[in-house]
């Protein structure tokens, strides 16, 4: 029975409400599209604003990012020329090491193996030239030490270029509200 008297209800309510919801859902349908519309502008206005950050953070990025490309050319120019020096110097270096060598070794006569005694006269342009070997030397030692800075020089910077490197963006205003 009470099955029954849930039917009739139901019939009742349909009769009853039929007309009243087919006058009311074109109504709630238009207030439905009103506040959608409201909420999606509201969306969009937020989105935009936000948007609009990113493209100014990338922007800047891709400046970052230009200058630091064009530092690093304008550095492995320097490095390359610091290396064709240092390929210069490698053979000079070597053949005054060698000549060095000798005199510090002294004169070995070839038949008798025998050290030949060194006069007066010729320690003079012997003194001069190890000392000129010798500031040759600090030269070449000057000009490796500037290539292993250019080097690390670089190194940081490819590093600072890496994109784990970059910074965050910073938080835009809406974040912080």
Known sequence: MNEDLSARLRTAAKAVGGPVWSRLRPR??????QQAHAVRAEAEHRMGERLDDVHRELDEL????DHVDRRVEEL????D???GEQRRYA???????????ELERGRVDADTG??????????GPVAALV???RVEHARVRTRLGLVARYEERIARLEHATEPAAIPEPTPSR????
């Open 28 to 33: 709630f349908e238009q207030l439905a599209r």
């Open 174 to 177: 809406e974040s912080e509200k």
């Open 81 to 83: 020329w610091l290396y």
């Open 76 to 79: 492995q120019g320097h490095i």
């Open 91 to 101: 053979p000079q270096l070597a053949a005054l090491e060698a000549r060095l060598a």
């Open 131 to 133: 000392e000129e070997i």
């Open 114 to 123: 025998v050290e030949a005694p060194v006069s007066e006269e010729e320690i």
């Open 62 to 65: 891709r400046v970052r990012a």
